[in-house]
Nanobody
Framework: QVQLVESGGGLVQPGGSLRLSCVAS????????MSWYRQAPGKERELVAR????????NYADSVKGRFTISRDNAKNTVVLQMNSLKPEDTAVYYC?????????WGQGTQVTVSS
C-alpha cells in the first residue's frame, strides 16, 4: 500500500535551516506530483510547496518563496524540502502528500518548531 514517511523535523532557532525528507513506497513515485503541506495549531492545513513528476515545475506558498526549496529524486523515491531562514511562524507539523487522480495520500507528519 502507499506509504509516505517523513523525517528531518526538530527544534531550530530563528534564521536556522532544516531539511525534511519524505520516502515513498507502494506506488510509481516518478509519475505523480508530490507536495509538502503544513498545519499549525488552530489553523487549517496549507500547501507549502509542490513539484511535478519530472521536477519540471514547482510552486510555493507566498510565505515561503525564496526561503524554501522543494526537490525530488525519482531514483530514490524521495522528495525533499530544504527550509532556510526559518521564522517562528513556520512552526507547524509538516506533511508529505502524494496526489493521485482518484485519491490523496499523507504521511504521518514531522514537527518543525522555530523558537529561540
Amino acid at each position: 500500500q502507499v506509504q509516505l514517511v517523513e523525517s528531518g523535523g526538530g527544534l531550530v532557532q530563528p534564521g536556522g535551516s532544516l531539511r525534511l525528507s519524505c520516502v515513498a513506497s507502494g506506488f510509481t513515485f516518478s509519475i505523480y506530483t508530490m507536495s509538502w503541506y503544513r498545519q499549525a495549531p488552530g489553523k487549517e492545513r496549507e500547501l507549502v510547496a509542490r513539484i511535478t513528476p519530472t521536477a519540471g515545475s514547482t510552486n510555493y506558498a507566498d510565505s515561503v518563496k525564496g526561503r524554501f526549496t522543494i526537490s525530488r529524486d525519482n531514483a530514490k523515491n524521495t522528495v525533499v524540502l530544504q527550509m532556510n531562514s526559518l521564522k517562528p511562524e513556520d512552526t507547524a507539523v509538516y506533511y508529505c502528500n502524494a496526489y493521485f487522480p482518484s485519491s490523496s495520500h499523507w504521511g504521518q507528519g514531522t514537527q518543525v518548531t522555530v523558537s529561540s
